[in-house]
């Protein structure tokens, strides 16, 4: 089993930047492929960005391409996500997930273990 669990989350301007962590426990982490997805009221939960297992790669879904970094620090089990330039269609509640596949992967059944989430909302 692996826990996670998201924190950073808030209220931010149109603008701002905001940075979420993910701490993981329980297997080694560095075992896994680590993920952010988000999901807004009404619509379906989407992916956002994801990096593999090193850190050494990653990817991002093109509404944060050039916003949003994503990095990992296996020492300290925790992944993160820097949000900048945040826009009010960035509201949502932001999950980080583990996959086992080690690489990186972009769909939701891909994912083995997922945290409660954390809301990030951008007012405009």
């Known amino acids: 089993q692996v826990q996670l669990v998201e924190s950073g989350g808030g209220l931010v301007q149109a603008g701002g930047s905001l940075r979420l962590s993910c701490a993981a426990s329980g297997r080694t982490f560095s075992n896994y492929a680590m993920g952010w997805f988000r999901q807004a009221p009404g619509k379906e939960r989407e992916f956002v960005t994801a990096?593999?297992?090193?850190?050494?790669?990653?990817y991002y879904a093109d509404s944060v391409k050039g916003r949003f970094t994503i990095s990992r620090d296996n020492a300290k089990n925790t992944v993160y996500l820097q949000m900048n330039s945040l826009k009010p269609e960035d509201t949502a509640v932001y999950y980080c997930?583990?996959?086992?596949?080690?690489?990186?992967?972009?769909?939701?059944?891909?994912?083995?273990?997922w945290g409660q989430g954390t809301q990030v909302t951008v007012s405009s």
């Open positions: 990096i593999n297992w090193s850190g050494g790669s990653t």
């Open positions: 997930a583990a996959s086992g596949a080690m690489v990186i992967v972009i769909r939701l059944r891909e994912y083995d273990y």
